[in-house]
């Protein structure tokens, strides 16, 4: 009987070992091995016409919003030079003192020799009077307000022109960098923008905004100083940066509490145009004041290419100033260009 279970057992085993090997191998089948037939009715014939995409121009709002890296940075400290050649005679404030615009810093003299003057009596004999020397006096005073940084002593000797010290201000500029693209997106530049600091104040506006653009043939590995030339609403920094990437700075509040070398986010809105014609950027080839978009056609291979004129864009969605009527279609992808267009950006937010 112990045998005839044994010998049971046995069989049944091999035959969930077969059941098992059976339903793999069809498993395999189904997922490497589909039908021959199923996959030839679905193969796509490459000359059939399979339709354009296209969109339709849509009214809409276009807000023109750039969000900036940045950083906190202290202002530039303002120089103090010497009025006249001579010697410090007069000291008025210490180094690391902080003054107020105007206040007395030195005092510089220099002794004019006088001429001596010959005069002759009645006998003919000339008697010479010792000139009286004059001095003449040159007060420095602080051109600007904040920490004064005295580079002077008590007799020192100066030439017109040479540093006596600088003044740090207590201000702070935010800085962020700007790819030479996001230019063409700020046709006019805002006043203000508002500035986030992770873990820090909440976020507040900065005032006088603007545009520093490198100086052309600037080279940054020259070590010299960079000028910098404005574009249309830009202005120059006037300090020398030795950047040549283009930057948009803005002063902090005086009664924000900040840092030099925090990190923080710019957000600026550049222009917003209220119920225009927009198309999205995908479907125009430009960017900048004029651009082509493409009709679809009889002829997918030859579509008939339009001229635009081009307004705000928000890195999505273009403005059409003229050029088509409303509703018209347009091809959705450039030609040639679906894979470049579609693809996102994140500097510039086109194609996310």
């Not at 679905?42 to 354009?52: E, F, H, M, N």
């Not at 700007?178 to 508002?194: E, G, N």
């Not at 249309?232 to 509490?257: E, F, R």
Request: charged share 15%; proline share 7%; glycine share 10%.
């Amino acid at each position: 009987m112990s045998a005839h279970r044994s010998r049971g057992a046995t069989v049944m085993s091999v035959l969930r070992i077969l059941v098992w090997t059976v339903i793999a191998a069809a498993l395999v089948k189904f997922a490497f091995f589909p039908a021959t037939a199923e996959a030839e009715d679905q193969v796509l014939d490459p000359s059939a016409q399979y339709g354009q995409m296209t969109v339709v121009a849509e009214t809409g709002t276009i807000t023109n919003a750039l969000s900036l890296e940045g950083t906190i940075r202290s202002d530039p400290a303002t120089t103090v030079r010497a009025t006249l050649d001579g010697e410090v005679t007069a000291v008025y404030a210490e180094d690391g003192q902080v003054v107020a615009q105007g206040d007395p810093i030195l005092l510089i003299q220099k002794e004019i020799p006088g001429q001596d003057q010959v005069t002759t009596d009645a006998e003919g004999n000339q008697q010479i009077t010792p000139a009286k020397s004059e001095w003449r006096n040159a007060w420095i005073n602080a051109p600007a307000a904040g920490t004064l940084q005295l580079a002077a002593l008590l007799g020192q000797q100066f030439a017109i022109g040479d540093i006596v010290g600088t003044i740090q201000p207590p201000t702070f500029s935010a800085v962020a960098t700007l790819t030479p693209d996001q230019m063409y997106r700020i046709q006019d530049v805002p006043d203000t923008a508002t500035i986030t600091i992770t873990d820090g104040p909440a976020p507040f506006e900065c005032s006088a905004l603007q545009i520093l653009t490198p100086k052309a043939g600037a080279d940054s590995g020259t070590g010299g100083g960079t000028s910098t030339t404005p574009q249309p609403g830009a202005a120059t920094s006037g300090q020398g940066d030795q950047s040549t990437a283009i930057q948009a700075t803005c002063a902090v509040p005086a009664d924000q509490k900040v840092f030099p070398g925090l990190q923080v986010k710019m957000d600026l809105v550049a222009g917003e145009a209220v119920d225009v014609q927009t198309l999205p950027v995908t479907a125009v080839e430009g960017r900048f004041q004029t651009g082509w978009v493409y009709l679809p056609g009889a002829d997918p291979a030859t579509p008939e290419k339009v001229q635009v004129n081009l307004g705000l864009s928000d890195g999505t969605r273009i403005e059409i100033k003229d050029g088509l009527s409303d509703g018209q279609e347009v091809l959705e992808f450039v030609p040639g260009q679906q894979e470049t267009e579609m693809q996102c950006n994140p500097m510039t937010g086109e194609g996310c």
